[in-house]
T-cell receptor
Framework: GQNIDQPTEMTATEGAIVQINCTYQ??????LFWYQQHAGEAPTFLSY????GLEEKGRFSSFLSRSKGYSYLLLKELQMKDSASYLC?????????????FGIGTKLQVIP | NAGVTQTPKFQVLKTGQSMTLQCAQD?????MSWYRQDPGMGLRLIHY???????DQGEVPNGYNVSRSTTEDFPLRLLSAAPSQTSVYFC?????????????FGPGTRLTVL
């Protein structure tokens, strides 16, 4: 099975930088995703990491260390619209199929 | 492309009633999944399918059935609704393979069982 841990809540100031951490334990690792979910809406894809290192996409970056079972999502120049839940999800091979398991999500509140 | 569509958006059932949540995608994705999302629990996988005619159980399959007769459609059936099935249900689709493809989610069905 899998175990994915991320903080349940975080608060950060508009214009600042925030880092949301995610740790996981799995076998057959096939990649790690970050999704954004605004209240009352469906999750939307932010990033994907399968190799170690940093992936940058505009104000958002995601980092992966497979040996440590660790990832983080970095949000720069925070805006009020970034207030949302951020879901860490791990894909792995189980029973011959790729399965994706989600963490409980980190609810980020951006304050003025 | 409409992406992933789900119907209905909202539903209220009485305990013991049955119903089917509909999900369809027009991206020709092989993989489709059903999740439920509850406060403090995150998204939990109910059932998934890796292609037409192939389905398997996820983490929380009890009380739900699925079938996949076409690539496009993946309905979720509640056999006898219980209050514990009150939740938000999301259908998702993606392509498999190295690179694992992002999942595309439908807008969700908000189900209340009284």
């Amino acid at each position: 099975g899998q175990n994915i841990d991320q903080p349940t809540e975080m608060t950060a100031t508009e214009g600042a930088i925030v880092q949301i951490n995610c740790t996981y334990q799995t076998s057959g690792f096939n990649g790690l995703f970050w999704y954004q979910q605004h209240a009352g809406e469906a999750p939307t894809f932010l990033s994907y990491n399968v190799l170690d290192g940093l992936e940058e996409k505009g104000r958002f970056s995601s980092f992966l260390s497979r040996s440590k079972g660790y990832s983080y999502l970095l949000l720069k120049e925070l805006q009020m619209k970034d207030s949302a839940s951020y879901l860490c999800a791990v894909s792995d091979w189980r029973g011959g199929y790729q399965k994706v398991t989600f963490g409980i999500g980190t609810k980020l509140q951006v304050i003025p | 492309n409409a992406g992933v569509t789900q119907t209905p958006k909202f539903q209220v059932l009485k305990t013991g009633q049955s119903m089917t949540l509909q999900c369809a995608q027009d991206m020709n994705h092989e993989y489709m999944s059903w999740y439920r999302q509850d406060p403090g629990m995150g998204l939990r996988l109910i059932h998934y399918s890796v292609g037409a005619g192939i389905t398997d159980q996820g983490e929380v399959p009890n009380g739900y059935n699925v079938s996949r007769s076409t690539t496009e459609d993946f309905p979720l059936r509640l056999l006898s609704a219980a209050p514990s099935q009150t939740s938000v249900y999301f259908c998702a689709s993606r392509q498999p393979g190295q690179g694992a493809g992002e999942q595309f989610f439908g807008p969700g069905t908000r189900l209340t069982v009284l």
